[in-house]
């Protein structure tokens, strides 16, 4: 009461800088959670939705703290719900990414944004909604309807997400949606070598269950018996070796098979695996 007191006779700037990251008072009230000071600052002219120098307003900061209140105001008030930051993130992907889900509820049903367009980093509402191992607020973002073409991508790296944490339920959940097992970008990691690269065998066997390319090439050229290998997850290599890896797949870049990789790492148990399972098919 004491700040909506001084506002009227004082001359004092809403949207001055106040310090060398760009907050307004209004950021910095939301940032504190300080819903009391960011609605005075609002009722007196504070700009709704200026930003800080990373881009971030106050919705993303309100999103980060979890205030709901703070939220409310900034809504009534008119913020935009997807404006990106400087690292294109939205107010919805930091509540998600922070566990707010009260939060990223309000968001949703106010109209925030599920577009599944994947920022630089191959994320979006569905991928930090996987962060918060809550399948009901995956569920939810997933019932958006958007166009297939705009989905399959994103499902595709969520898909990997969900086998590298290890999460079942969630890649069953993402396939029954109409995940793929395999994409046409070999920039994308697919959710096979994410489930070896997370250790995680029963999500490589259920993969290869699914169809999954078993000789895929992963970004650094390696198919997942060889990046098997490299891991000495010697569970992975006999599920791929049984399912018939390509035992003497190349990588391009330096020429290794999963057998030279075995060996380098002197990691015999594989060698020898590998070794019976050529004898096996060839002789």
Same mark, same amino acid.
């Given at each position: #009461?004491?700040?909506?007191?001084?506002?009227p006779t004082l001359q004092i700037d809403l949207n001055q800088v106040v310090n060398r990251d760009g907050d307004s008072l209004l950021l910095q009230a939301a940032m504190h959670g300080s819903d009391r000071s960011l609605r005075i600052i609002l009722i007196y002219g $504070?700009?709704?939705?200026?930003?800080?120098?990373?881009?971030?307003? *106050?919705?993303?900061?309100?999103?980060?703290?979890?205030?709901?209140? &703070?939220?409310?105001?900034?809504?009534?008030?008119?913020?935009?719900?997807?404006?990106?930051?400087?690292?294109?993130?939205? !107010?919805? #992907?930091?509540?998600?990414?922070?566990?707010?889900?009260?939060? *990223?509820?309000?968001?949703?049903?106010? =109209?925030?944004?599920?577009? !599944?367009?994947?920022?630089?980093?191959?994320?979006?509402?569905?991928?930090?909604?996987?962060?918060?191992?809550?399948?009901? +607020?995956?569920?939810?973002?997933?019932?958006?309807?958007?166009? !297939?073409?705009?989905?399959?991508? @994103?499902?595709?790296?969520?898909? $990997?997400?969900?086998?590298?944490?290890? &999460?079942?339920?969630?890649?069953?959940?993402?396939?029954?949606? $109409?995940?793929?097992?395999?994409?046409?970008?070999?920039?994308?990691?697919?959710?096979?070598?994410?489930?070896?690269? $997370?250790?995680? @065998?029963?999500?490589?066997?259920?993969?290869?269950?699914?169809?999954?390319?078993?000789?895929?090439?992963?970004?650094?050229?390696?198919?997942?018996?060889?990046?098997?290998?490299?891991?000495?997850?010697?569970?992975?290599?006999?599920?791929?070796?049984?399912?018939?890896?390509?035992?003497?797949?190349?990588?391009?870049?330096? =020429?290794?098979?999963?057998?030279?990789?075995?060996?380098?790492?002197?990691?015999?148990? +594989?060698?020898?695996?590998?070794?019976?399972?050529?004898? &096996?098919?060839?002789?």
């Amino acid at each position: #009461m004491l700040l909506q007191a001084f506002f009227p006779t004082l001359q004092i700037d809403l949207n001055q800088v106040v310090n060398r990251d760009g907050d307004s008072l209004l950021l910095q009230a939301a940032m504190h959670g300080s819903d009391r000071s960011l609605r005075i600052i609002l009722i007196y002219g $504070g700009a709704v939705n200026s930003a800080d120098r990373y881009g971030n307003t *106050a919705l993303h900061w309100a999103a980060v703290t979890g205030n709901m209140n &703070c939220v409310h105001y900034l809504l009534d008030y008119g913020i935009d719900l997807d404006t990106f930051n400087c690292t294109n993130v939205t !107010p919805l #992907m930091l509540a998600l990414s922070f566990g707010h889900i009260e939060v *990223a509820n309000h968001l949703l049903y106010h =109209g925030a944004s599920t577009t !599944p367009e994947l920022n630089n980093y191959d994320e979006s509402a569905l991928t930090f909604a996987l962060n918060t191992n809550n399948n009901a +607020i995956v569920e939810l973002i997933l019932a958006a309807e958007v166009p !297939p073409e705009h989905r399959i991508r @994103e499902l595709y790296v969520s898909l $990997g997400q969900a086998a590298f944490s290890g &999460c079942m339920a969630t890649v069953q959940l993402l396939l029954s949606h $109409g995940a793929p097992v395999d994409f046409s970008n070999a920039l994308i990691e697919s959710p096979l070598h994410a489930a070896i690269r $997370g250790d995680n @065998e029963e999500i490589v066997e259920f993969l290869l269950s699914k169809g999954a390319n078993i000789n895929a090439l992963n970004p650094d050229g390696y198919t997942p018996l060889m990046e098997a290998t490299r891991r000495r997850n010697v569970n992975a290599v006999y599920a791929l070796i049984n399912a018939g890896a390509d035992i003497m797949a190349l990588n391009d870049a330096n =020429g290794k098979t999963a057998y030279t990789l075995a060996e380098e790492g002197k990691y015999f148990e +594989i060698s020898d695996m590998l070794l019976e399972a050529l004898n &096996c098919r060839y002789l």
